[in-house]
Nanobody
Framework: QVQLVESGGGLVQAGGSLRLSCAAS????????MGWFRQAPGKERELVAA????????YYADSVKGRFTISRDNAKNTVYLQMNSLKPEDTAVYYC?????????????WGQGTQVTVSS
């Protein structure tokens, strides 16, 4: 099992940047694919970005391509989401998640979420 704790959310103006972090417990972090999801009020949760266990494969939703970057540091058991050129429509609760099957497989472990609010 792995436990996940997100941090780094907050309030930012449109065009600004934030970096989210997700710290994982356990010694097997490097075995997990990691994903960042978000859920805005009244909307379904969506996969924003994902990264394979090695970091060699990544996925981005079309809505964030070119603006968001996912990365991981297996030595620190941490995955990051660098968010640049933020837009009001990026406002949501952001969750990190983990699975052992791959970046597009269902995710088994979830953090508690961190709020990102982008003002216009």
């Amino acid at each position: 099992q792995v436990q996940l704790v997100e941090s780094g959310g907050g309030l930012v103006q449109a065009g600004g940047s934030l970096r989210l972090s997700c710290a994982a417990s356990g010694r097997t972090f490097s075995r997990y694919a990691m994903g960042w999801f978000r859920q805005a009020p009244g909307k379904e949760r969506e996969l924003v970005a994902a990264i394979s266990w090695s970091g060699g494969s990544t996925y981005y939703a079309d809505s964030v391509k070119g603006r968001f970057t996912i990365s991981r540091d297996n030595a620190k058991n941490t995955v990051y989401l660098q968010m640049n050129s933020l837009k009001p429509e990026d406002t949501a609760v952001y969750y990190c998640a983990a699975n052992v099957a791959g970046i597009k497989a269902p995710y088994d472990y979830w953090g508690q979420g961190t709020q990102v609010t982008v003002s216009s």
